[in-house]
């Protein structure tokens, strides 16, 4: 019988039915990190202003709605992040620069456009994310308590984002870097 067992970001192969006689190497030292990995923890923080979040509303057609937006958008050349496909549309990240434009084209399709500016877009990045636990909850834990509202939360392999208002990033930022014990210094 083979069994994977996952230690740090490798995998290594266990096969229990092995005489004790046999030994299986993987070459790897199991706690020692490859010459790419980061250190696992919480690194530092990004901070990108001036952003705005779209929220698109559609009366019917939900799914070639979305498709005809995103479409519509591609070919304007309109940079979007963190797309969210709501029940009853979809919701984005885009830069506030680009916010009117958006507004604009969006207009011209059959749907309900809003558009929050002036949000600030919070990167709380960790080497080896996956192989942390309670992150997310730590960071919502210290916004909360700081009584900042975090309009959206998306992930990457490396990174917790967060999207707050712009007045109150600085007050985000520390209350991260508070929760994570981290220098003025890992702000980047």
């Known amino acids: 019988m083979v069994q994977f ?3 740090r970001t490798k995998f290594y192969i266990t096969v ?6 046999t030994q299986l190497h993987t070459g790897v030292e199991p706690n ?3 010459s790419f990995e980061r250190e696992p923890g919480v690194t530092s923080i ?3 202003n001036h952003m705005a979040l779209v929220s698109v509303r559609f009366p019917d057609a939900i799914p070639q709605s979305r498709l005809r937006l995103l479409d519509v958008l591609a070919q304007a050349r309109v940079p979007i992040n963190q797309v969210k496909l709501l029940p009853e549309g979809l ?3 885009i830069s506030e620069n680009h916010a009117s434009a958006c507004k ?3 207009n011209d399709e059959k749907g309900e456009v809003s558009v929050f500016g002036d949000m600030a877009l919070i990167s709380t990045l960790a080497g080896a994310m996956r192989d942390l636990s309670g992150v997310i909850a ?3 834990e210290a916004l909360l308590s ?6 959206q939360v998306g992930d990457a392999y490396d990174a917790v984002l967060c999207l707050v208002p712009s007045a109150d990033a600085e007050r985000a930022v520390a209350a991260l870097r508070e929760q994570f014990g981290l220098a003025t210094e890992a702000v980047v």
Do not use: D, G, H
Not at 16 to 21: F, G, I, P, V, Y
Not at 146 to 151: F, W
């Open 32 to 34: 020692r990190l490859a």
């Open 138 to 140: 730590r960071i919502c």
């Open 16 to 21: 229990s039915e092995l005489s004790q006689n």
């Open 146 to 151: 700081a009584s900042i509202p975090n309009r």
């Open 46 to 48: 990004r901070v990108e």
């Open 91 to 93: 919701c984005f990240v």
């Open 5 to 7: 067992v996952k230690i």
């Open 104 to 106: 604009k084209l969006l």
